[in-house]
């Protein structure tokens, strides 16, 4: 169950509270737009907090990879998974 109250404001509108589960990993604030590249990790960021936790940023497709997920892809172990997808 999710819990969703703003602050004064009666909560009318769904995209409210649909932002505000867009909460940031880093600095707890909603709107972070940049999610965790690995599927089903639910880390997400502001551009700038992504930088500040030192993600791994790819800005060629705006993906963004929590520091937990971005050293799976450290280079040495060449892997064959097929879940590449885009
Ligand atoms: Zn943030
Ligand atoms: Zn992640």
């Not at 700038?48 to 040495?76: Q, T, W, Y």
């Amino acid at each position: 169950m999710e819990t969703c109250s703003a602050a004064g404001e009666p909560a009318a509108a769904d995209d409210l509270c649909l932002e505000q589960s867009m909460k940031c990993s880093h600095c707890q604030e909603p709107g972070a737009t940049l999610g965790c590249y690995n599927k089903g990790c639910s880390f997400r960021y502001h551009y700038p907090c992504a930088i500040d936790a030192d993600c791994l940023l790819n800005e060629e497709n705006f993906s963004v990879r929590c520091p937990k997920h971005k050293n799976k892809m450290v280079k040495g172990s060449l892997s064959t998974e097929q879940s590449e997808r885009g």
